[in-house]
């Protein structure tokens, strides 16, 4: 397995005020699968893809990525694993606002060791020519996936996505939708991807369902279904 959740669990607060939001997670995806957690607001979607990218670490119980159990590492091996490792795509793009398209992907290309260039990774996501158009310029869609050229220029071996379409109407979000299984499948990332959205997850290898911090269904597709052909 290439990205393995063990019995994650994870709390916040003191005391009487101390909420569990992870109650022991355990999921799993191979290499080159495309994974989608699905879940109701409030249910740790989003926690639980801030563990799995390090950016926060559990309270106990393993996450295993690529041969490295992240618990085990320190804040400095930790911060490598984010750069050399992975993409990572948010629900509102967090672009800088005064930088332009080409020079967003720059920033991430220049802290990664094999990256794409800048043009390609622009290209994939069919901006060529809008390498200098800051992101107040460009319509939400066009944010969308300039966030994901930032992400896939540093050919991440994993890409986390979250709610990476939760801001865009329907024409749009399944051009960003295309364009993930099409960094998956061209670029063999392993993606993995939080929606609210049920009909996406016929998109993925596997459907993760959480509920109030527990997976409680795992599904795998044994086809999955081309994102030109969602409907919602
Ligand atoms: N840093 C924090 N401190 C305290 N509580 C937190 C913190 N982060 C998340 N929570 C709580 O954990 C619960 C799960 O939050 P999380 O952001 O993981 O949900 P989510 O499934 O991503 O929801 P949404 O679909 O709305 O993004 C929420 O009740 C939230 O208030
Ligand atoms: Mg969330």
């Not at 260039?117 to 939400?140: H, I, M, N, Y």
Request: proline share 3%.
């Amino acid at each position: 397995m290439f990205l393995t959740t063990s019995d994650l669990r994870k709390g916040y607060g003191q005391g009487a005020a101390r909420s569990e939001v992870l109650k022991g997670v355990s999921l799993s995806l191979d290499a080159g699968q495309l994974g989608v957690i699905l879940g109701p607001s409030g249910s740790g979607k989003s926690t639980l893809m801030n563990i799995i990218g390090g950016v926060d670490r559990a309270d106990s119980g393993q996450v295993e990525v690529d041969g490295l159990a992240l618990a085990e590492l320190g804040d400095a091996a930790l911060a490598n694993y984010r750069r050399d490792k992975l993409g990572f795509v948010f629900q509102f793009y967090n672009l800088i606002p005064n930088l332009t398209a080409a020079e967003n992907v720059e920033v991430a290309a220049h802290i990664a060791s094999d990256p794409l260039g800048v043009g390609e990774a622009l290209a994939a996501v069919g901006l060529d020519g809008r390498e200098r158009s800051f992101p107040k310029e460009l319509s939400g869609g066009e944010q969308q996936r300039v966030a994901i050229a930032r992400a896939i220029v540093k050919r991440p071996k994993l890409l986390l996505c979250d709610e990476p379409t939760g801001a865009l109407d329907f024409e749009t979000s399944r051009g960003v939708l295309e364009l993930l299984q099409s960094v998956n499948q061209e670029y063999g990332a392993t993606v993995l991807m939080i929606t609210h959205n049920t009909a996406i997850g016929g998109l993925g290898d596997a459907v993760f369902r959480l509920r109030d911090g527990q997976i409680v269904e795992t599904l795998h597709n044994a086809e999955r279904m081309p994102a030109e052909r969602i409907e919602w």
